[in-house]
């Protein structure tokens, strides 16, 4: 029962060489959301009027 409690089971049980290249795989995977979403403002802020109607419409 004790040799139970004292084995390290806290997720660390992996191979030394995993986070490294898993870590890369994120950091690109964000990069390229993040393109992807200001090329999408850009698009949307481009439709936009230069100026808007200070009088309200009636």
Request: aromatic share 8%.
């Amino acid at each position: 029962m004790l040799e139970f409690l004292a084995t390290n089971n806290f997720g660390d049980t992996r191979g030394p060489g995993l986070a490294g290249p898993l870590a890369l795989l994120l950091i690109v995977l964000l990069g390229v959301a993040t393109y992807f979403l200001i090329r999408s403002m850009n698009k949307h802020l481009r439709k936009l009027p230069e100026r808007f109607d200070t009088k309200p419409r009636q």
